[in-house]
């Protein structure tokens, strides 16, 4: 397996190319990146995991940079603001999503911030394993100065990707809300969760995550491998923002849904097996539904939102030289709860 | 089996228990029975499908009549007036989805209207293939005058159970809309989802049933078993009404929602098979619904809504006598689109 990530940044001696960004098109922001968070998405590219991936590959999409230049008819950005970019660089921006800032579902197909196709000169994107990248200011958005920028980078995908559906399916003061999985999405899914005024609480399948769970501000924790807690939980909950991104069983989760409660997907966990028991929507009217990252306007309201109320992700700082050792480590869900890479050491490299 | 059902429309020499119907309370009222839907639900029952069936047994929860007396404490119905009793005729009244109206998802359960028990006096209840019944006041409904009465009666089954999610999920003017399946459930959906200003698609399974289609104001028919036809119809639906009642793949359908879709299931298919392919939710921001019949104040705005956009339900009358062989016919699916029975002809009997 070609790892075209970790060639790159252990040698200064590359093809131009990859590290090159674009010449400045009008409505362009240049940015020099300083932190960069880690993806679990970030490891299926580099290792091809899913196919598809076009080598050399420059993953990372949870990009902290300051304005370096602007394109002509940049309004909104100058030189020196923090800015951050997350998973989309581009979309056809004349869609029905589109034009509603939901561009993650553009109908023409987003164009993601790393192995993606430019839809002007069809050159491949890279994303922030990187010192610089150029990107369209739409799809920029503002880092407030309240936030400390390198525990900001990770809220670009784990913070907006549990943010967006709390707040589409609408969870208020007083919602009692499960967060299921305690990792870099489902830790940020907790701190969104009670900063709306909801009742937390984390399944997790270990006792021995309890004490951990209550640091990371859950009210209450339910340990999902104990039938009896969950039989207990049973219609107890308005929502649940499921973080697990591998198969696992749905049903008893369902069963802790209230009337009218809603079990919310953001993993790709597909197919459902063990099977979805139908009849347990039915009875109680209850809701399954997938939400896939956020789109412009709501990232830029979510970093406002953390900003007002104190919110950061749970981050390791990591040197760029280390990142082989940093996704052998994730793959054993070793991190709490996101590498985030200084990118001063690729400069220093 | 058993076929306690069949046994007391035969014979006049019953025990009198079945027949009789309760002293009234003081928010009964007593109704006798004019017509009487047929649901596929009345032959689980009377032939012990699902288990739990008391024989004898009186199906029957698609009731329309004459109120014939009422309890000291009921005011809102009046000897003469033409009633409806639906799916339910009781439930606890103080929980959270009883003070929303929401009835059917009664917390303590609710009182179906036939092989139920009775909170009061724990006897069992009764249906609709009779001359009379008794019911509190909260669980009947006015019938507009601007009704059929005989065409009516499957509103409160076959009606409500299409009405409520169409109306709870937001259906409005220039939707989208399919309907899966052309049976009771399915022809109502068209009826509502027209009449709620949308556009109406039926999928059927065979191009011999695209004239019926047609003939019951669908805008368009999809050929569900043509691949062409499906891919063709790729996220074009905001909502799809699913009331086909046994397992099918539900991912050629869901692949036809547009971002923010809707798939609503109303019938009991559990669990789904094929399995669901959950990233078909997560990369459009899809739902999968549930939904079992309606409340009582949905009911009657429902009964209003069918007064007010001249909507019934199409019926083949039915005499007593003909019970079972309409159970055969209905199992071939062979009856356009509710038998109705006619009870004066069980009085004649």
Request: proline share 4%; hydrophobic share 35%.
């Given at each position: 397996m070609?790892?075209?990530?970790a060639?790159q940044?252990?040698?200064?001696?590359l093809?131009?190319?990859?590290?090159?960004?674009r010449?400045?098109?009008?409505?362009?922001?240049?940015?020099d990146i300083t932190y960069?968070g880690?993806?679990h998405t970030?490891i299926?590219?580099?290792?091809?995991?899913?196919g598809g991936?076009i080598?050399?590959?420059v993953p990372g999409?949870e990009i902290i940079?300051k304005?370096?230049a602007v394109?002509?008819?940049?309004k909104?950005?100058k030189?020196?603001d923090?800015?951050g970019?997350?998973?989309m660089v581009?979309s056809?921006r004349?869609?029905?999503s589109?034009?509603?800032?939901?561009?993650?579902?553009c109908?023409?197909?987003?164009?993601?911030?790393y192995?993606g196709e430019?839809?002007?000169?069809?050159?491949?994107?890279?994303g922030?394993?990187?010192?610089?990248i150029v990107?369209?200011?739409r799809?920029?958005?503002?880092?407030?100065e309240?936030?400390?920028?390198?525990?900001?980078a990770?809220?670009?995908?784990?913070?907006?990707?549990?943010y967006?559906?709390l707040r589409?399916?609408?969870?208020?003061?007083g919602h009692k809300v499960?967060?299921?999985g305690?990792g870099?999405?489902g830790?940020?899914?907790?701190?969104?969760a009670?900063a709306?005024g909801a009742?937390?609480?984390?399944?997790t399948r270990?006792e021995?995550?309890?004490?951990e769970a209550k640091r990371?501000?859950a009210?209450n924790v339910?340990?999902?491998?104990?039938?009896e807690?969950?039989?207990?939980?049973?219609?107890?909950?308005?929502f649940l923002?499921?973080?697990?991104p591998?198969q696992h069983d749905?049903n008893?989760?369902?069963n802790?849904?209230?009337?009218?409660?809603?079990h919310?997907l953001?993993?790709l966990?597909?197919?459902?097996d063990?099977?979805?028991?139908?009849?347990?929507?039915v009875m109680?009217r209850?809701?399954l539904?997938g939400?896939?990252?956020?789109g412009?306007?709501e990232?830029?309201?979510?970093l406002?939102f953390?900003?007002?109320?104190?919110?950061?992700?749970?981050v390791?700082?990591?040197?760029?030289?280390?990142i082989n050792?940093?996704f052998?480590?994730?793959?054993?869900g070793?991190?709490?709860?996101?590498?985030v890479i200084?990118?001063?050491t690729?400069?220093?490299?």
């Amino acid at each position: 397996m070609t790892k075209a990530y970790a060639a790159q940044s252990e040698t200064s001696e590359l093809a131009p190319h990859p590290i090159e960004r674009r010449e400045l098109r009008s409505d362009d922001v240049a940015i020099d990146i300083t932190y960069c968070g880690v993806c679990h998405t970030d490891i299926h590219y580099a290792e091809n995991d899913w196919g598809g991936t076009i080598y050399p590959v420059v993953p990372g999409h949870e990009i902290i940079g300051k304005v370096t230049a602007v394109g002509d008819n940049v309004k909104g950005f100058k030189v020196g603001d923090s800015v951050g970019v997350g998973c989309m660089v581009d979309s056809c921006r004349e869609c029905s999503s589109c034009e509603q800032g939901l561009e993650q579902y553009c109908l023409n197909g987003m164009v993601p911030t790393y192995n993606g196709e430019d839809l002007h000169d069809k050159s491949v994107t890279y994303g922030g394993y990187s010192e610089k990248i150029v990107v369209s200011d739409r799809f920029v958005v503002r880092v407030p100065e309240k936030l400390d920028p390198a525990k900001a980078a990770p809220l670009l995908c784990a913070g907006i990707t549990t943010y967006s559906p709390l707040r589409h399916f609408g969870v208020k003061e007083g919602h009692k809300v499960g967060v299921i999985g305690m990792g870099g999405l489902g830790h940020m899914g907790v701190k969104f969760a009670k900063a709306m005024g909801a009742e937390v609480t984390i399944f997790t399948r270990s006792e021995s995550k309890v004490a951990e769970a209550k640091r990371q501000g859950a009210d209450n924790v339910i340990i999902s491998t104990d039938d009896e807690q969950m039989e207990a939980a049973a219609e107890t909950f308005d929502f649940l923002l499921d973080t697990v991104p591998v198969q696992h069983d749905l049903n008893p989760y369902i069963n802790c849904l209230k009337v009218d409660g809603t079990h919310i997907l953001v993993g790709l966990l597909e197919p459902v097996d063990p099977a979805l028991q139908a009849g347990a929507l039915v009875m109680k009217r209850r809701v399954l539904a997938g939400s896939l990252i956020g789109g412009i306007p709501e990232t830029q309201e979510m970093l406002d939102f953390c900003a007002e109320h104190n919110i950061h992700c749970d981050v390791e700082m990591l040197d760029i030289q280390n990142i082989n050792e940093a996704f052998v480590r994730m793959k054993k869900g070793d991190v709490k709860y996101r590498f985030v890479i200084d990118m001063d050491t690729l400069k220093q490299s």
